[in-house]
């Protein structure tokens, strides 16, 4: 099992940047898939990015590619999105996942592919 406790987020205007980050607990971090999505209010829940349980493959959504980078450092157990050129359609609840299936692919664009989620953390772009 992984606890998930995202932070990073905030306040920025629109055209600004932010980096949230994702630190795991255990020592399988490497194991996991990794993925952020967001959940703005009324709206349901969201695929941003992913990448691999190595870092070798990331996936983005249409409407953040371009933007937004999600990386990882396996020795800290962190997972991190770099979110540049904010826009207010952003603001979100922003929430990292982990899934241990051993395959990856486009399946990690799937909210229902994820065992474990963090709390989540706010992410609000004033225009």
């Known amino acids: 099992q992984v606890q998930l406790v995202e932070s990073g987020g905030g306040l920025v205007q629109a055209g600004g940047s932010l980096r949230l980050s994702c630190a795991a607990s255990?020592?399988?971090?490497?194991?996991?898939?990794m993925g952020w999505f967001r959940q703005a209010p009324g709206k349901e829940r969201e695929f941003v990015a992913a990448?691999?349980?190595?870092?070798?493959?990331?996936y983005y959504a249409d409407s953040v590619k371009g933007r937004f980078t999600i990386s990882r450092d396996n020795a800290k157990s962190t997972v991190y999105l770099q979110m540049n050129s904010l826009k207010p359609e952003d603001t979100a609840i922003y929430y990292c996942?982990?899934?241990?299936?051993?395959?990856?692919?486009?399946?990690?664009?799937?909210?229902?592919?994820?065992?474990?989620w963090g709390q989540g953390t706010q992410v609000t772009v004033s225009s």
């Open positions: 990448i691999s349980r190595s870092g070798g493959n990331t």
């Open positions: 996942a982990a899934d241990r299936t051993i395959i990856a692919g486009a399946r990690l664009t799937l909210v229902y592919e994820y065992d474990y």
């Open positions: 255990g020592r399988t971090f490497s194991s996991y898939h």
